[in-house]
């Protein structure tokens, strides 16, 4: 079955220790998004890829990044820098960035919680 | 100004009942507008889209845009309580490739 999958589902860190989050995609979709979700905030865009080797800060960038080095794999790497991790963390891809009608597709999202 | 802001709700209805739910968005550019159906601790799927103006209909469901007040609407008849979830409305712009969210609205449909 294609899809988005999101690992690990649950996650806690310490404060100051950086966290790497996976997103793996099997649907030849281009582009890849990152969204991070707090209650009361619908989602809000951290990154973004239309093509390989190739991301885009979004609205809230600061304190995360990301590497796209294959199609299917749009990592996250939440840092220590981030000063209010705690969310969830959502991943979706869409066939073709700048074609599309915006029907982006969603992994099950990971929560991460720093203690 | 947010590119486009939603009642966060929480809103809540009877079974059977018409529910409204509304966004307002600030960019004229030429885009989709969409509605995500959340439920709890899901990721989004996609309901429904609609071009730039005018109204979709699918089944029970209905999306609406007005441009001149730049007002997002999705209409559910007949709610279900399997309609509670939280619905979020979304602007797409395909130059940039960028899907932007408004904060969502938790709905409850009470049997």
């Known amino acids: 079955d294609g899809g988005i999958t999101q690992s690990p589902k649950y996650l806690f860190r310490k404060e100051g220790q950086n966290v790497t989050l996976s997103c793996e995609q099997n649907?030849?979709?281009?582009?890849m998004y990152w969204y991070r979700q707090d209650p009361g905030q619908g989602l809000r865009l951290i990154y973004y890829s239309q093509i390989v080797n190739d991301f885009q800060k979004g609205d809230i960038a600061e304190g995360y990044s990301v590497s796209r080095e294959k199609k299917e794999s749009f990592p996250l790497t939440v840092t220590s820098a981030q000063k209010n991790p705690t969310a969830f963390y959502l991943c979706a891809s869409t066939r073709g960035g700048g074609t599309g009608t915006g029907e982006l597709f969603f992994g099950e999202g990971s929560r991460l919680t720093v203690l | 100004q947010k590119e486009v802001e939603q009642d966060p709700g929480p809103l809540s209805v009877p079974e059977g009942a018409i529910v409204s739910l509304n966004c307002t968005y600030s960019?004229?550019?030429?885009?989709?507008f969409m509605w995500y159906r959340q439920y709890s601790r899901k990721g989004p799927e996609l309901l429904m889209y609609?071009?730039?103006?005018g109204n979709k209909e699918d089944g029970r469901f209905t999306a609406q845009v007005d441009k001149s007040s730049k007002y997002i609407s999705l209409f559910i008849r007949d709610s279900q309580p399997s309609d509670s979830a939280t619905y979020l409305c979304a602007r797409w712009t395909s130059n940039t490739g960028k899907l932007i969210f408004g904060q969502g609205t938790t709905l409850q449909v009470k049997p």
């Open positions: 960019n004229s550019a030429f885009q989709y």
């Open positions: 609609t071009y730039s103006s």
């Open positions: 649907l030849n979709h281009d582009a």
